[in-house]
Nanobody, 120 residues
Framework: QVQLVESGGGLVQPGGSLRLSCAAS????????MGWYRQAPGKQRDLVAT???????NYADSVKGRFTISRDNAKNTVYLQMNSLKPEDTARYYC??????????????WGQGTQVTVSS
C-alpha cells in the first residue's frame, strides 16, 4: 500500500517557523482531501488543518492565522507552514490523505508522524 511520509519536524524556539511536508510514496492515481493532525503525549489526536483537492482549507481555531496548509497535486504532496510557533504546538504531527489508488479505489492513509517541539 501507499505510504505517506512526513518530514520537516524538529526543535524550534517559540516564535519560530517550520514547514512540514508529506509526500506519498508508491504509485497512486491521486489524493483527494488531505490534512494534518497532531497528538501530544497523553492527549487525543486533533485536527490541525485540512485541504480539499480543490484547495478549500479548514483550520483549527488554535492555529488560524499562524499555520497555512497547501498542496501540490502533481507531486502528491501536502505542506504545513507553521509560523509564530508556541510551546503548546509541541506534538507529533501526522499527515492524512484520502488516497485514490491506480485501480480507482479510495482509502484512508496515515503517515508515521514527525515530531515538532517548540521550546526555548
Amino acid at each position: 500500500q501507499v505510504q505517506l511520509v512526513e518530514s520537516g519536524g524538529g526543535l524550534v524556539q517559540p516564535g519560530g517557523s517550520l514547514r512540514l511536508s508529506c509526500a506519498a510514496s508508491g504509485r497512486i492515481f491521486g489524493i483527494d482531501a488531505m490534512g494534518w493532525y497532531r497528538q501530544a503525549p497523553g492527549k487525543q489526536r486533533d485536527l490541525v488543518a485540512t485541504i480539499t483537492s480543490g484547495g478549500n482549507t479548514n483550520y483549527a481555531d488554535s492555529v488560524k492565522g499562524r499555520f497555512t496548509i497547501s498542496r501540490d497535486n502533481a507531486k502528491n504532496t501536502v505542506y504545513l507552514q507553521m509560523n509564530s510557533l508556541k510551546p503548546e504546538d509541541t506534538a507529533r504531527y501526522y499527515c492524512n490523505g484520502e488516497i485514490v489508488g491506480v485501480a480507482g479505489l479510495r482509502y484512508d492513509s496515515w503517515g508515521q508522524g514527525t515530531q515538532v517541539t517548540v521550546s526555548s
